[in-house]
């Protein structure tokens, strides 16, 4: 009767009604999502959980500044500490050289400072506080507690040491040159062939797999002026993987493109992301950022993907700096202005709470 | 800064790192881009002939006979007309269409100098306009990155030329490896520009000193100032550094008859960035008059030093300006009154009513 069902409506949380995911490096979001870690704790924070599976990740890199590199050499590092099975495609020669240069995981939160707050909270005096959400501790979604303490989530990665060996004589791993095929035809037929093995038949996933194209549309690359080619590949990919647990982050610089087809790169993707060079010595930047030293560039994000919902996603601050902590440690921060307008909503530091977040004691709708 | 330019491309790369290469933009408002070239290349190769005295140049000469027509006339013409420089040996290249062919000639000739002794090779592209007449850009990029990422023992650096294709070879035992390479960026779409600047670890444009002539001008003045775009211009650097910031430097540059000559910059040029951040909603920008304005403030609880009492001023109006004077927000710019010539703050409050200094405690009345 409907008196013995249990309620099932909208209104519900739905951490309960999704199946908890068995495999380490992903976890449950709202509407029925699963994320998988970006590899970067801030970014991962800023977009609600990471990304989610089947969904397509598009990053306009500058091509001044190889920022997207490090946003690659985190997402795929991620996937190596966690088992998951990676394909690496890019223009240059020997793609399995770039695997040397992906950061090893940092194994104990001890070495890594979490105490960029208290640094500043040991002033001497007086406090004043203007940016009270910097001081709150992070809030650890309570489904990573029953996770082991070498799994977790999300890693923090030293880009001063390389991977370990062992994560990268793994078979799991799939390295593609585009430079020197004159078209699309073998991507495709990689990438179809390593994605099979990602098919949700059964609801509880084994692995998820995520797939790296680095610099998509670059010009050494002799399908670069086939824009159309190229539009239909990304097409096939993404519906490739819309249906399978796996992610797949495309880089590629938008000012080789021609406009139009920049746009129509731009619309395809599901979460849409952007690094910026900043310029070095800079006066008036050094004016008005705070921390403007330690940046060495900035993050965009023009689209978080909104998976099985209606409901977009509205993050507090879209434009975050990149900064390496120690030289080590990739992090990113909201700019924060120096306090002439101090009311200013761009002024917190690391937030980036959306409607799809995990912190707890939101209705998840 | 040409001197920074020509000491990066001398310093080479750091090992697993793709060789710098520079980019040299002219165009034809300063068609001085053959002088820029010449100036890296005289400062590289004075580095090169000062260090080692077994130095080698060598040129593959793709200028003479590009296309192997000359091979293929069969005819008494003459083909072996090079265009030497005494001791420099050069090499004819007759296939310019066929980039792989030349990637490997390049290659070969740099081993043959590198063999000579432990070292690396620039190779430097006289000018890629004349390659990308012949080749697709894509197989211009190609060979231009497999150049720049070349087994680390060879490094090459390329010069472009307008109408020459030379390519030399410059042999350093000190460590000098690098490419770069001149360009002529209106004899090319916007995307093949862009496509060699994302190649370029530096990126040099010359432009002319006036940007603009006004066509009201005169011709007199347009004469002078095209003469003096003929022998000046401005050269600008945008320099991609390892920690992904990018260093702009800007110096003009003089052409003499003895060669070119590089001062730094005679007037001070901002660069605003605001495209980069976020847009505030309000304007923190004061305008000139608004500044002079603020400045001439008579601020109301301060000591003027002119022996007056001083007027506390409370917010009330006297009766004397009138009660029918529009009010206005109070905002962040403060506002001023022209009239009387010294700035004022205009305060309207909130209602005439409440009693200023009331000696009641305004707490009284919560009950607690």
């Known amino acids: ?365 | 800064m040409a001197e920074s330019i020509c000491r990066n491309l001398r310093d080479g790369a750091l090992e697993g790192e793709h060789a710098p290469a520079l980019s040299i933009k002219d165009s034809i408002a300063t068609p001085f881009g053959s002088d820029v070239f010449n100036y890296v290349l005289t400062k590289l190769s004075s580095n090169i002939l000062a260090g080692k005295s077994q130095s080698k140049i060598s040129i593959l000469d793709c200028y003479t006979d590009p296309l192997g027509w000359k091979d293929s006339l069969k005819g008494p013409l003459d083909t072996e007309n090079f265009s030497l420089k005494d001791p420099i040996e050069a090499v004819l290249f007759r296939h310019v269409r066929n980039l792989d062919l030349l990637l490997s000639a390049i290659i070969e000739m740099g081993e043959a100098l590198a063999r000579q002794g432990k070292g690396r090779f620039s190779v430097s592209i006289d000018s890629v306009t004349e390659m990308l007449r012949h080749a697709s850009l894509s197989s211009v990029a190609n060979l231009l990155s497999k150049v720049r990422s070349h087994a680390s023992r060879l490094k090459i650096a390329i010069n472009g030329v307008i109408c020459k294709l030379d390519i030399k070879k410059v042999y350093d035992q000190n460590r000098i490896s690098s490419t770069f390479w001149l360009l002529h960026s209106d004899l090319h779409e916007i995307r093949a520009i862009a496509a060699l600047e994302y190649l370029s670890s530096m990126v040099g444009s010359l432009e002319p000193m006036n940007l603009s002539l006004n066509g009201q001008r005169g011709d007199l003045e347009k004469l002078s100032l095209l003469e003096q775009n003929s022998r000046k211009g401005k050269f600008h650097v945008r320099f991609k550094r390892r920690n992904g910031r990018v260093r702009v430097m800007c110096e003009d540059f003089h052409i003499k008859q003895s060669g070119i000559n590089f001062t730094p910059v005679s007037s001070e040029e901002g660069i605003i960035n605001q495209g980069l951040l976020p847009k505030v909603q309000f304007n923190l920008q004061l305008s000139e008059k608004e500044r002079i304005d603020r400045a001439k403030v008579v601020l109301p609880f301060e000591h003027q030093g002119n022996g007056e009492p001083m007027h506390i001023y409370d917010g009330r109006r006297s009766l004397s300006e009138g009660k029918d004077e529009k009010a206005s927000v109070l905002s962040e710019n403060l506002q001023t009154n022209e009239n009387s010539g010294k700035g004022e703050i205009i305060y309207f409050r909130d209602s005439d009513d409440e009693m200023p200094d009331s000696d009641e405690d305004p707490d009284d009345d919560l009950d607690i």
Not at chain 1, 66 to 77: A, G, K, T
Request: glycine share 6%.
């Open chain 1, 1 to 365: 009767m409907a008196a013995m069902k249990t309620r099932m409506s909208s209104f519900s949380r739905n951490t309960s009604v999704a199946p908890a995911p068995q495999a380490p490096g992903l976890k449950s979001g709202p509407n029925g999502t699963i994320f998988l870690s970006s590899g970067i704790p801030d970014l991962d924070k800023i977009l609600g959980g990471g990304f989610p599976l089947g969904s397509l990740v598009m990053v306009m890199e500058d091509t001044e500044a190889p920022h997207h590199m490090l946003l690659l050499r985190n997402f795929m590092s991620q996937g190596l500490v966690h088992n998951q099975p990676l394909l690496y495609a890019s223009p240059s020669k020997d793609p399995r050289a770039f695997l040397g240069t992906l950061p090893s995981p940092v194994l104990s939160k001890d070495d890594r400072s979490h105490n960029r707050d208290p640094e500043q909270l040991q002033e001497k005096g007086l406090r004043i506080a203007w940016q009270y959400k910097k001081y709150f501790g992070e809030h650890q979604p309570n489904f990573d507690s029953h996770r082991d303490t070498k799994h977790e989530y999300c890693n923090d990665f030293d880009l001063r040491k390389p991977l370990e060996r062992h994560f990268l004589t793994a078979q799991n791993i799939c390295c593609l040159s585009i430079q020197d095929p004159p078209n699309l035809a073998a991507l495709r037929d990689c990438c179809a062939k390593f994605l099979a093995q990602f098919s949700r038949n059964n609801s509880s996933i084994s692995c998820a797999g995520r797939v790296a194209i680095q610099s998509f549309c670059a010009p050494q690359c002799e399908y670069s002026n086939m824009e159309w080619d190229m539009l239909s590949f990304i097409r096939s990919l993404k519906g490739m993987i819309r249906d399978l647990n796996a992610v797949a982050v495309i880089t590629f610089p938008p000012s080789l493109l021609s406009p139009s087809s920049s746009k129509r790169w731009q619309h395809i993707a599901d979460t849409l992301l952007s690094v910026k060079a900043i310029p070095d010595e800079d006066k008036e930047l050094a004016n008005l950022l705070t921390g403007y030293q330690d940046m060495v560039g900035l993050l965009n994000v023009h689209k978080v993907a909104n998976v099985n919902t209606q409901v977009p996603v509205i993050l507090e601050a879209t434009t975050f700096s990149i900064k390496l902590q120690k030289r080590r440690y990739l992090v990113l921060e909201c700019l924060n202005q120096a306090p002439v307008d101090g009311s200013s909503g761009s002024s917190y530091a690391s937030t980036g709470s959306c409607s799809g977040s995990t912190k707890t004691g939101t209705l998840d709708f």
